[in-house]
């Protein structure tokens, strides 16, 4: 099987401050070297539970990797002024040897609006905010010049080669928005019985932009607890147009989570 399969930095709930210290190092080094293909990295200025910063935790876990990829799951993009975005994603592609992976969204609303009352962003514009970031944000990235909002052109220096964009939600303006700018559709848990629908209808709104039909990236999809039950539900979803599958964090800590998640790597291979 060609799936990949990726797990999430330990970087929210109550022991984020300690991942601090040293817990994503070690969670990204553990997760290469049990040959998974990505560590992934949740983005709120203020949520439900305390959260590191995702920008400096992948920086952190690309600094003491060599292959693996990290990613923004999901990073909020219209919390930001869109050029600094920019710079920061650039930037972190740069170091990381171009293994970034940009998972947008616009937000769960369980964690509320209190980190966009704080950035002075209003909640009800999100949307529409990250469609205007997501039209200038390549240019941007690549040190192309680009006007974002209602700015003044801008080249950002260094440019860097564009990561591929994931578009995370559930919802249709998400497919609409991952058909129109993104290189992946980035759904939870959307049920392997509704994803091949869900899949030709993401074609379909692709095909009415001209552009090519974009990957799925399903984070945390319900899975068996034994791992080669795990691998075989995986293999329903690759037939069912997934290439890359998140696991879902089991709260028992990352250590068990990775252990699982390179038990279920060995089942695929087998």
Do not use: C
């Not at 080094?29 to 990295?41: D, F, K």
């Not at 552009?211 to 799925?216: A, E, F």
């Not at 709260?251 to 089942?267: E, I, K, L, N, T």
């Amino acid at each position: 099987m060609t799936i990949r399969l990726g797990v999430f930095l330990p970087t929210s709930g109550p022991d984020a401050a300690a991942s601090a210290v040293g817990g994503v190092r070690d969670s990204a080094r553990a997760a290469e070297a049990a040959g998974l293909e990505s560590v992934w990295a949740t983005d709120h200025l203020v949520a439900s539970a305390p959260m590191l910063d995702s920008t400096v935790a992948l920086a952190t876990a690309a600094a003491v990797t060599d292959d693996l990829r990290v990613g923004f799951g999901a990073l909020l993009l219209a919390l930001r002024p869109t050029a600094w975005a920019a710079k920061e994603i650039a930037t972190l592609q740069l170091v990381s040897g171009g293994r970034l992976l940009v998972g947008v969204g616009t937000g769960n609303p369980a964690h509320g609006d209190a980190g966009w009352r704080a950035a002075g962003v209003p909640f009800e514009a999100r949307g529409a905010r990250t469609d205007d970031a997501l039209r200038v944000l390549p240019a941007l990235v690549a040190g192309d010049p680009a006007a974002p909002g209602d700015g003044p052109s801008v080249t950002l220096s260094p440019g860097a080669a564009r990561p591929p964009i994931l578009i995370a939600g559930n919802g249709i303006r998400a497919r609409r928005r991952a058909a129109e700018f993104g290189d992946a559709w980035m759904p939870i848990d959307p049920g392997l019985d509704r994803l091949p629908g869900l899949a030709e209808e993401l074609g379909d709104l692709a095909a009415r932009h001209g552009r090519p039909v974009p990957g799925i990236t399903v984070v945390a999809p319900t899975l068996p607890g034994e791992p080669s039950a795990a691998a075989d539900a995986l293999a329903g979803y690759e037939a069912a147009g997934a290439e890359r599958v998140i696991l879902a964090p089991t709260g028992a800590g990352w250590r068990d989570d990775y252990a699982f998640a390179a038990r279920v790597r060995a089942a695929l291979a087998s």
